[in-house]
């Protein structure tokens, strides 16, 4: 069974966005990038929701050609469109970059995807279709890059649970600039 994980930049107080759906907040280091552009690497298939694919399809996909674009972002840019994807929206769309669209039930659809062979999912942000998948009890692992910022409101990177969830702690590391990296995985 395929391993789903869920991992978003996140502030101190636990928003994924602030108000407006803005992500200035967030404190990129050269080390950190190179984590992010790692996990895309590893990554046997990601899920998006249809907000965060339309942020990440906006720039990705021609990033690398931008002037003063780092070999990093080149890197990234590059990983991200060869990357297998799929876009959960209730409207079909046409999409590319190695993508496809899922307009049927989120759950059934994870659940068919982590019994099929291949690489780990993830959930690479879009804490809308986390919570799904969070409620459902699908997510196996969930990692928390967070920074040292209180935005006050936006968007959280958990729901509301009907139940707990028990986590073990299994890596923690520090990036420049004091933002920390937590991952825990579903105790079961």
């Known amino acids: 069974m395929r391993k789903l994980t869920y991992g978003m930049n996140v502030s101190l107080d636990g928003y994924v966005a602030a108000a407006d759906d803005d992500l ?32 990440m399809s906006s720039h990705w996909p021609t990033a690398d050609q931008q002037p003063g674009v780092t070999p990093a972002q080149v890197e990234f840019a590059r990983r991200w469109r060869d990357m297998p994807k799929v876009v959960f929206s209730s409207t079909p769309r046409p999409v590319g970059w190695n993508a496809r669209v899922v307009t049927g039930d989120v759950v059934d659809e994870i659940t068919r995807l982590k019994a099929e062979d291949g ?38 990177f958990f729901t509301a649970l009907e139940h707990w969830v028990s986590l073990d702690l299994v890596e923690r590391r520090e990036f420049p600039g004091g933002v920390v990296l937590t991952r825990y995985e579903t105790r079961r």
């Open 119 to 156: 690489g780990p999912l993830d959930i690479g942000g879009g804490p809308t279709l986390a919570a799904t998948a969070m409620r459902a009890g699908l997510i196996d692992e969930y990692a928390i890059v967070t920074h040292p910022v209180l935005v006050g409101a936006g968007r959280p």
């Open 24 to 55: 200035g907040w967030s404190r990129p280091s050269d080390e950190w990038f190179q984590w992010w552009s790692d996990r895309v690497a590893a990554t046997g298939l990601a899920l998006y929701g249809r907000r965060l694919w339309e942020t």
